[in-house]
């Protein structure tokens, strides 16, 4: 309430002095520098490098910041378990891979032009600080190259639909702090869609209210991503490739810790001070993640994520020979010719499991088989007894995707792109695999089968009004949500046996209590 009032304040100072607009007034009390008034930007760019040109003229550090950061190289290590994640290797239950469609991905990479190997990751222009930058809404990048359309451009090429010329004169003006909006414009749309991955990230979050996420309250705190996910030289902490399991509870401030972005980093671990037994609620802390109890469902925000994935079903097509799609009564999409069948789903609870931060990922070359049941795209390390482990929320991703049963591995099938050889264009899984498999030099015997999958994605955003977390009785009873869930007392782990002699024991205090008072009412004379 202190920040509202002394922004409020300061607001109607600004706007009382002589020609400032309330437009303005916004601008001045939000960043120290107005970019319309840099002479290096007033004048026309024909391309997105030619911007980041101009940046670096004054931020002549940023693009070798960059070069340094999962953002730009698009791998990572996992330190608890030296594995390395990459765009050549990894492989999810959505669209499958980045490498062999990197012509629709790359549309998300903070670079310009990336679409093969030939990428050079050493130029410093090809870094995009619009990207991120972009505070005018109007910034978007082209599929198939990764560039900002400067003129009106037929894409996809011979599809007849004009995609407009964006003013990248005015956009560069325009720039400044990283927004919800900025983050979300790649963040909320992972695998293909409005909230179809993550399901704690979606559009409603762009401005959300206290119920769907009492942080981000667009009326109420108001935070931004940047605000929990730090980024010092531009490398922004927190990944989902390498969360942090269990935190030591250091505050933000105090100690310089390699992830700010945890929950104890400004609630500390004991972060109830006040209610019903706060003391107890604190004792949880070394076994439950804060997000368990407080985010009670996930998809809360009116846009429904995706649950399953069937890539085995795609294809099919109308009476008519052509693509179709199949929509529930919602007007969600539940088929697409391309794709396969869908589950969506909003307001799920979520699975929970114990978990200390390792990930260990199937890649591609590993070993797989049918035989197995369901392979896990994702295993997560984590036990009652290890000491680096808390119980987490999940969603859980569930899907039937592709592999070669000759070789026994998954494979990188070329689904995106307006070329022949692209599963979306000619619904054909042997030349699709045989292109994706060859662009990452991996071997493929021409033979497609499908066999089941999960995949573990943390939840953490979302997080619901201290009124809507969970109640005792929601974990801690038979048939509750930690009801698999080894080393959770009391509640599941009940003989009824055992409950019988205590039923027994309780009465028969009570009987002989009741028996004795009787004695000594009818003796009371004596």
Known sequence: MLKSALLAALTAIVLALPGISAQAADMKLNTTADHSKFKELQREFTSGPDVTKACLGCHTEAASQIHRTKHWTWEVINPLN?????????INNYCIST???LGACAT?????????SSFDFKSQENVDCLICHDTSGNYKKLPGGGQPPVKDTENPPGSGKIVKAIDLTAIAQKVGKTSRDSCGACHFFGGGGDGVKHGDMDTSLAAPDKEVDVHMDATGLDFTCSTCHKAPAHDVVGSRYMPTGKDSGDMRGKVNKSNPATCQSCHGQTPHKAGAQPAKLNQHTDKVACQ??????????????KMHWDWSTAGKLSPEGKPML???????????????DFVVAENVKPEYGWFNG????????????????????????????????LIWPMKVMRGSQPYDPVNKTLVKPHV??????????????????????????????GQVDFLKTE??????????????????????????????????????????WIDLIGWLAAGGTLAGVLLHGLVRIARRKN
Not at 292 to 305: D, K, L, S
Not at 326 to 340: C, E, L, N, P, T
């Open 82 to 90: 030296n594995q390395r994640l990459g765009k050549k290797n990894v």
């Open 99 to 101: 490498a062999t469609n």
């Open 108 to 116: 998300c990479h903070v670079g310009y032009g990336w679409v093969n």
């Open 292 to 305: 368990t109890c407080h985010i009670p469902e996930f998809a809360r925000g009116g846009v429904p994520t």
């Open 326 to 340: 199949k929509k529930d009564a919602k007007g969600h999409v539940i088929y697409d010719s391309r794709k396969g």
């Open 358 to 389: 390792e990930v260990t990922y199937t890649l591609l070359g590993d070993t797989v088989s049918k035989d197995n049941g369901v392979t896990l795209i994702n295993a997560l390390g984590g036990s009652a007894s290890d000491g680096r482990s």
């Open 416 to 445: 995106a792109g307006n070329d022949d050889t692209a599963f979306w264009k000619n619904f054909n899984w042997e030349k699709a695999i045989t292109t994706g498999m060859q662009a990452v030099n991996a071997p493929f015997s």
């Open 455 to 496: 995949m573990y994605w943390p939840i953490t955003h979302m997080v619901a009004p201290k009124e809507k977390a969970l109640g005792c009785v929601e974990c801690h009873a038979r048939g509750g949500r930690l009801d698999k869930i080894e080393g959770v007392i009391p509640g599941r782990d009940a003989n009824r």
